[in-house]
């Protein structure tokens, strides 16, 4: 069964730090785009982060570009989202994600709050 399950979110103050991560099982994310996708509640589902299948190209959103950074771990078979400087507006449901461009897969979420 082809599964990914995210952890590491939380409450941090604004100015603060967390580290996502999305384990895979069931299948390796070696072939995969992979990525970050965040939904805040009232809003519409926005693209984090994202690396291509060969890993040779890595994309972030222009309001995360500086503060977050994303990696994967191929022995760990695990994708990060290392998120520093957090602000309020980024407080959302930050969801992982793989494509092979026939099938996508999604973790059931994570809630990030940046809140005083």
């Known amino acids: 069964q082809y599964q990914l399950a995210e952890s590491g979110g939380g409450l941090v103050q604004p100015g603060g730090s967390l580290r996502l991560s999305c384990e895979a099982s069931?299948?390796?994310?070696?072939?995969?785009?992979i990525g970050w996708f965040r939904q805040a509640p009232g809003k519409e589902r926005e693209g984090v982060s994202c690396i291509s299948s060969n890993g040779g190209s890595i994309k972030y959103a222009d309001s995360v570009k500086g503060r977050f950074t994303v990696s994967k771990d191929n022995a760990k078979n695990t994708l990060y989202l290392q998120m520093d400087s957090l602000k309020p507006d980024d407080t959302a449901v930050y969801y992982c994600?793989?494509?092979?461009?026939?099938?996508?897969?999604w973790g059931q979420g994570t809630q990030v709050t940046a809140s005083s």
């Open positions: 994600y793989a494509d092979d461009g026939t099938q996508d897969y």
């Open positions: 069931g299948f390796t994310l070696d072939y995969y785009a």
